[in-house]
Nanobody
Framework: QVQLVESGGGWVQAGGSLKLSCAAS????????MGWFRQRPGAEREFVAA????????FYGDSVEGRFTIFRDNAKSTVYLHMNSLEPEDTAVYYC?????????????????WGKGTPVTVSS
């Protein structure tokens, strides 16, 4: 059983930056692809970014490509999301996700574990 605990969410003005963290508080993330999804008010949960186990290949959703960076510290069982040039449209609850596979699916089906989410609010 892998428990994921997010932190780092909060309020920021448009154009600002935030860094989210997701720590696996129990178990191990060895062999797990990890990543982030978000859910905006009234919308479905959508893929944001993912990083594979091992080679550390990264993948991004179209709306965040070039602005967000994902990376992981396997020794700390932690994945991070650096968010730059934030826009009001980035306002959402951000969820950490992990799947025992080489890559994370871009849909919510097939995700093995979810964190409880951390809210991000970007004001204009």
């Amino acid at each position: 059983q892998v428990q994921l605990v997010e932190s780092g969410g909060g309020w920021v003005q448009a154009g600002g930056s935030l860094k989210l963290s997701c720590a696996a508080s129990a178990g191990t993330v060895r062999g797990y692809a990890m990543g982030w999804f978000r859910q905006r008010p009234g919308a479905e949960r959508e893929f944001v970014a993912a990083i594979s186990w091992g080679a550390g290949r990264t993948f991004y959703g179209d709306s965040v490509e070039g602005r967000f960076t994902i990376f992981r510290d396997n020794a700390k069982s932690t994945v991070y999301l650096h968010m730059n040039s934030l826009e009001p449209e980035d306002t959402a609850v951000y969820y950490c996700a992990a799947t025992y596979a080489s890559t994370l699916p871009r849909g919510t089906a097939g995700i093995d574990y979810w964190g409880k989410g951390t809210p991000v609010t970007v004001s204009s």
